[in-house]
């Protein structure tokens, strides 16, 4: 995910600062790692740097110095650009659990008793996540990144599933190289 867009997609609706800019991404992105302000200041930085952004002013407050700042038109059209974009899927998805599979077959572990195992982990968290969007009060953010959340361990629970019934043909092929 792009801190960059997504700071100009915050910005889109009006100017703000720093810190309420990464108060408001981790409101709207509440299963993304939290920003930490550095990441928003210096993404600020390079934003205005390249012309996607510019200050708009600074006030205190009677508290510390605040720097403002506005998406520029150049900023508009480049986050309606990236919006607008389809996302490519890659050919071939390898992940962790992906990898730990082909590593136990060829080590001669035991990759049933890993897969029974993240079974169990993804089951866990999937019954976490449907308590979080269905709890009183959860907002659209949490509900969306859940929802999309589940489909993904959903995905790889299937994986699982057909990987488990092909074990013992992987295996053979790995014995027989």
Do not use: C
């Not at 700071?7 to 889109?12: F, I, K, N, P, Y």
């Not at 992105?29 to 920003?35: E, H, K, V």
């Not at 035991?110 to 079974?119: E, M, V």
């Amino acid at each position: 995910m792009s801190t960059r867009r997504i700071l100009l997609g915050l910005l889109a609706s009006g100017p703000s600062h720093g810190y309420d800019l990464k108060r408001r991404h981790d409101e709207r992105f509440p299963q993304a790692r939290p920003l930490a302000y550095g990441q928003v200041y210096t993404t600020l930085q390079r934003l205005v740097r390249d012309g996607l952004a510019e200050v708009e002013g600074t006030d205190s407050d009677g508290g510390p110095e605040r720097t403002t700042y506005r998406s520029t038109a150049e900023g508009a059209r480049e986050l309606a650009r990236w919006a607008g974009e389809i996302a490519a899927s890659a050919p071939f998805v390898t992940n962790e659990i992906f990898a730990k599979v082909v590593v136990s077959i060829l080590a001669d572990g035991d990759p049933a008793a890993y897969l029974t195992a993240q079974r169990a982990a993804h089951m866990e968290r999937m019954r976490e996540l449907t308590a979080m969007k269905s709890a009183k009060g959860a907002d659209l953010a949490t509900v969306l990144s859940a929802d999309f959340a589940l489909n993904h361990l959903d995905a790889d629970l299937r994986w699982m599933t057909t990987t488990a019934a092909r074990l013992t043909t992987l295996a053979a092929e790995v014995d027989a190289a």
